[in-house]
C-alpha cells in the first residue's frame, strides 16, 4: 500500500499516501524531506518510481534508471544513495541522488540484497542482508568507494537499523527469526546493546545511534505487529 505515518516520539499520525503503493523500497532523508525509491507491487512488478516528500504529501521524482527492490538508502534528499538489492538479480552497483537526478557510484565489495544502511553519501554506512545466505558484511562509503568494515556479530537479514545514524554510531535490530537483540557500530567493530522487549523481523527502524525507533513487522509465521519500541541509550552517573 502507499500509507504513510509520522511518529512525533509517542503516537503515529497518517499523513499523504504514496502516489504508487509498494514494499521493499528504499528510504533516505529527513521527516521533512525524504525519499522513496523502487519497490515491488503485491500483486505487480518490479517499480523504479521515485517519490519526494516534503512534510505531508509526495511529488514525483525523476526514476530509477531501472527497478530496484530490497536495496538500502544512505543519505539526504540531495545527497542521497541507493545500493544493492535486486534488480532483479542481486547487485553490487551503486546510484547517487542529487535530489533531481541519478549518477553511477562506487562499486560495492559484496553484492547482496535486503541490507540496511545509515549515515550521508560522503560518510556511508551499510550492514547485513543476503548474498543470498544471511550476511555479516559492513561496508562505509566515502562518496567514492566502498571499504570493508567490522563484520556483525551475527548475520542478519529482514532487520530494521537506525537510519539516521552515522558512520561512527548506527544500530542494526530485529532479524530471523524473529530476534529482539540489538547490535550497535562505532566505526570500526559491533557489540551488543540492550534487546527489544519484543523479539520480530522485517519490521523498519530509524533514528540515530543513541535515540532509536523499532516498529512494525512480523513477530510469527502469519502475526503482524504495530508495536513501536523507542531506545534512548545507555546513561551513567557518578553516585
Known amino acids: 500500500n502507499g500509507l504513510t505515518e509520522e511518529y512525533d516520539g509517542s503516537t503515529w499520525s497518517e499523513q499523504g499516501d504514496l502516489s504508487t503503493g509498494r514494499w521493499a523500497a528504499s528510504g533516505f532523508g529527513t521527516q521533512t524531506a525524504a525519499v522513496c525509491a523502487g519497490g515491488k507491487q503485491d500483486p505487480g512488478s ?23 527492490v530490497v536495496a538500502a538508502g544512505v543519505g ?6 541507493v545500493c544493492g538489492g535486486e534488480i532483479p538479480g542481486i547487485t553490487d552497483t551503486t546510484l547517487e541522488y542529487d535530489g533531481t537526478n541519478y549518477s553511477s557510484g562506487g562499486t560495492m565489495n559484496t553484492a547482496r540484497s ?6 550521508i553519501l560522503t560518510a556511508g554506512l551499510i550492514c547485513g542482508g543476503e548474498e543470498p545466505a544471511a550476511s555479516d ?22 532487520f530494521g537499523g537506525s537510519s539516521a545514524g552515522t558512520q561512527s554510531s548506527s544500530m542494526a535490530f530485529q532479524g530471523v527469526p524473529n530476534l529482539a537483540t540489538t547490535m550497535g557500530y562505532d ?22 545511534g543513541t535515540a532509536a525507533v523499532s516498529f512494525g513487522g512480523t513477530t510469527g509465521p502469519s502475526t503482524g505487529t504495530t508495536a513501536t519500541e523507542n531506545f534512548t541509550g545507555e546513561a551513567s552517573a557518578v553516585n
Do not use: C
Open 187 to 208: 566505526g570500526t567493530a559491533w557489540s551488543t546493546r540492550p534487546s527489544l522487549g519484543t523479539g520480530r523481523q522485517k519490521g523498519g527502524g530509524f533514528g540515530t
Open 114 to 119: 535486503g541490507l540496511r544502511g545509515s549515515g
Open 76 to 81: 539526504i534528499l540531495t545527497a542521497g544513495v
Open 46 to 68: 518490479h517499480q523504479s518510481v521515485t517519490e519526494e516528500y516534503g512534510g505531508s504529501t509526495w511529488t514525483a521524482g525523476n526514476a530509477l534508471p531501472s527497478t530496484r
Open 137 to 158: 558484511n559492513t561496508e562505509e562509503y566515502n562518496g567514492t568507494s566502498w571499504s570493508n568494515g567490522g563484520d556483525m556479530i551475527t548475520a542478519r537479514n529482514a
